[in-house]
């Protein structure tokens, strides 16, 4: 089942949300709509299934429309893995032709997600994603639409393909801004050289009567003269013409301070021996060895209910079952975000409570997305996704060594995941971690500890999370960027852009022929 969308235009108050001149989704494709937080994503999604009415515009499209919301029943006795699971199985069943998913790996555990993944792989209709999990979205999409300042853009491939052409675009944008620079400054100085040698040729002496004067006027100096003034207007109005390219912005590298005073001067952080654990009357652990290092970013992973959350308070209460560093202190992110000060800005909540001086509480939170006057804002105006980054930025700027979090990444877009992931690498200390994210896992845990039959397991040591096969990837990326190249070609371009893609493509083949 096909869709077609037709000048769609979608206003929040006078913000012009979402603007599609024309859209075209196919009958079975498989499509992830990612964006930052706010940007539209579920809007799209709901003006498909027409929850939300449109301002302006058409989407034509025939048969019937199942979704799975990401809104959960507070007073359901059910938990919230659980009720997404119904909601999987209902839309499933419905049958529809279109189907939309909003955010649906929220709650699901491991096996939740691999439940969902078989579920949508089943599916023979037309699916629409929203996710910020990226390794769900490397899995299921076979196509990316981006939802940026309000205007659509359509990518080839899953979610490191996007990456990957988005990459390229960067490097377009920046080529094309050298250009410009370039152009700039030679059209500049072209002028100020015209002007140098208009003023330099001789006026009519002081002396010289008028008739001579005009003589003088009418000589080849003043013809010159004449020629150069309109040479540099010329010059001057391709200047005024010349496409304004602003400059990209560039992220500069994190540094994160971390004091003498702070380091735990010890292998092991934490040795657990014969660690029993329960809730109630559950065992949730039972004689489980372990050990975390000092240092290490650990992540803590296993099905829902399994103990992760009941292992982080026992770490936190320094229960006396485990041996802890005497130097360690913890610094803990739960859900409930209660350590922010509401009536507070972003930046008195995280220099408060800094060791460090302003400057730094700035830098890093200009690394998390708050920059200029954002950092100004109120945290009782911020979204969850916000609200969670300063926490964070806080609790890494203070006095602790040891940051404990509990599924730090809900509510945040992929943007917002890659600043962290970059802000939990540059921090120096140690952080344990519980996390239902793959992709976050990877990118962050130096070791991954599991919680599975009532034991702690470290598949670091045992090799069973293994490293993504990045030629097999890159030769993928390759595949995808030669069709771009190749559509783009047979659309006609002017000779110049014709000229550059042919050159690309040139290089594209030559590196599938390397792999």
Known sequence: ???????????????????????????????????????????????????????????????????????LELDNSKSGGEQTKEKIRQAIQMDAEIL????????????????????????????????????FLNQMCEEIIEIEDSKVTHYSGNYDAYLEQKEIEEKEYQKKFQNYVREKERLTGSIQELHDKSTGIKKAPKRMGNSEARLHK???????????????????????????????????????????GQKIHRQFLIEGRNVDLKVGQKTLLKDATFVIKTGEKTALVGDNGSGKTTLLKAILDKESQLDIAQKAEFAYFSQSLNQLDEEKTIFENVNQTSIYEPQV?????????????????????????????????????????????????????????????????????????????????????????????????????????KPRSQKKEQKMVLEMRKTSLLSKLTM??????????????????????SN
């Open 1 to 71: 089942m096909s869709i077609k969308i037709i000048n769609l235009k979608k206003y929040i108050g006078e913000r012009l949300l979402i603007d599609i001149p024309e859209l075209t989704i196919s009958s079975q494709s498989r499509i992830g709509i990612v964006g930052k937080n706010g940007s539209g994503k579920t809007t799209l999604l709901n003006l498909i299934s027409g929850s939300v009415e449109k301002d302006e515009g058409q989407i034509i499209y025939s048969g019937s429309v199942s979704i799975i919301d990401q809104f």
């Open 100 to 135: 939309l998913a909003d955010e649906a790996t929220n709650h699901l555990d491991q096996k939740g997600r691999q439940f969902l993944i078989k579920e949508l792989k089943r599916y023979q209709g037309s699916l629409l994603m929203v996710s910020h999990d990226r390794d």
């Open 218 to 260: 009418r000589g080849k100096g003043q013809t010159a003269k004449k020629a150069l003034s309109k040479q540099a207007l010329a010059m001057e109005t391709r200047l005024e013409k010349l496409e304004v390219i602003e400059k990209p912005w560039k992220k500069q590298p994190l540094v994160l301070p971390f004091t003498e």
């Open 361 to 465: 509480a700035r830098d890093l939170l200009a690394h998390l997305l708050f920059r200029g006057t954002t950092v100004n804002k109120q945290v009782n105006v911020l979204s969850g996704g916000e609200r969670t980054k300063v926490a964070i930025a806080k609790m890494i700027l203070g006095k602790s060594n040891v940051l404990i979090l509990d599924e730090p990444t809900n509510h945040l877009d992929i943007e917002s995941l890659q600043v962290l992931e970059e802000a939990l690498i540059a921090y120096q200390g140690s952080i344990i971690f519980v996390s239902h994210d793959q992709y976050f896992v990877k990118k962050v845990a130096d070791t991954v500890l599991e919680i599975k039959n009532q034991q702690v397991i470290n598949l670091t040591n045992q090799k069973q999370i």
């Open 492 to 513: 006609g371009s002017d000779e110049a852009t014709k000229n550059a893609l042919e050159i690309e493509l040139k290089e594209v083949l030559e590196q599938l022929r």
